[in-house]
């Protein structure tokens, strides 16, 4: 590895950030903090690097003091961890200042945590990414000797998917019937295909993310994990895409699995769908009220961006909608915060600290469909008293005053996802 190259490399970064476009994300990290930013393939962490630069620069960081490399780079591929010192010897070797690390995809680099760990212990300040095991939450204090923070990075918001596009909105947007004919319209592409940030310029958006989701399986799961049964890994997800929104045993799926003529144990889908959430493409949640032996078997599944998981349905819209609402709530809420509930009576989403349940129904045109999303409600809050019962619909907007006392907000998801949590 030689130093002249990691110069440019950290020259290149010098010239060419500054001048990227940038939407600012909403970003709060402790000022002098060291932070790890994990999420799935292309959800927009490198942006959180590239966001952070161009902060610090404002704030009156010299860029002299900016080393960015990003270790998918080809020139970069033969590099070892023992090599990684050569970064901070090249920069050395051309500026006195102290620099600011950024480091994008540096799992790629075994043995790369030592490096890391180094660094915080001489007090430069790093901002790492990656989207492996390595990179997860629960791993990062053991990894890096709780010298860094974990910052979650998800695809864009909706909110953040309309502020991208330059649509801005007002706290009175929704008395005006042409900025409500602009957010819906934007909604149905951002329901149908994610919010992928790189997505948006995007014609053939299907394509791109048959891509992804090819770049996902084979460097994320297949390569890290050394799996060697491909069929039944596709399979496995398949199968966990058709099942979104249903309490789901392993066994079922491996059942489903051996039905197409691919063995595959309940171990190997319970190791499947853990591989699946190393690499930030799916997420579970479990039933409140389960047993502890239920609580790891039977689980709800959700996949971390609704362009992924269209790829698998077939025009099941009521599917996409609670998978949907499943992102926005992740990303609001943390495991210990939100839940599912099933002993007696099924309700979608339950966040316990808040007293609050959501509901998700894409229509209410039915009798039936409305007596059963109330009669959920009405018999949770005789468990657990309630403080709000939201229903989460397509189109449809009302309230319901239900003779027991308890008033069921209907609101449609657009609507939802720009005004909750409030």
Known sequence: MVKEMLVNIIREGQDIIPEISLYDRPNELEEKGNYVFVGVRQCGKSYMLYQQIQQMLKKGCDIRQIVYVNFDDERLQMMKSEELDLILQAYSSVYEEKPVFFFDEIQN?????????????????????????????????????????????????????????????????????????????????????????????????????????NKIFFADLVVRNKIRNEAALRLTMRRLAECVGQPTAYNRISNMVKSAGVNCQPNTVMDFVRFMRDACMVFSLTNYIAKFSERETIKKHYFVDNGLLNIFLNNNDSVLLENLCAIHLRQNYSDEQLYYYN???????????????????????????????????????DFEPLRRALIITRDEEKTIQHNSGLTIEVVPVWKWLLEYPD
């Not at 004919?181 to 992928?196: I, K, S, T």
């Not at 979608?348 to 045109?365: G, H, M, N, R, W």
């Open 109 to 213: 680099i075994d043995g790369w945590e030592h490096f890391a760990r180094r660094l915080a212990n001489q007090k430069y300040q790093v901002f790492i990414t990656g989207s492996n095991a390595k990179m997860l939450g629960r791993d990062i204090a053991t990894t890096l000797g709780g010298r860094y923070w974990t910052k979650d990075v998800y695809p864009f918001t909706f909110k953040e998917f309309l502020e991208s596009r330059d649509v801005k909105l007002d706290k009175v947007w929704y008395n005006s019937q042409k900025k409500r004919a602009v957010v819906e319209r934007a909604f149905n592409e951002y329901f149908y295909f994610g919010g992928f940030p790189e997505i948006r310029n995007v014609v053939a958006k299907r394509l791109w993310l048959n891509e992804l989701y």
């Open 343 to 381: 002993k007696n009576v099924e309700v979608d989403f339950y966040l316990p600290e808040e007293k609050t349940a959501i509901q998700v129904c894409y229509s209410l045109s039915d009798i039936k469909t409305v007596e059963r999303e109330i009669n959920a409600m009405v018999k949770l809050h």
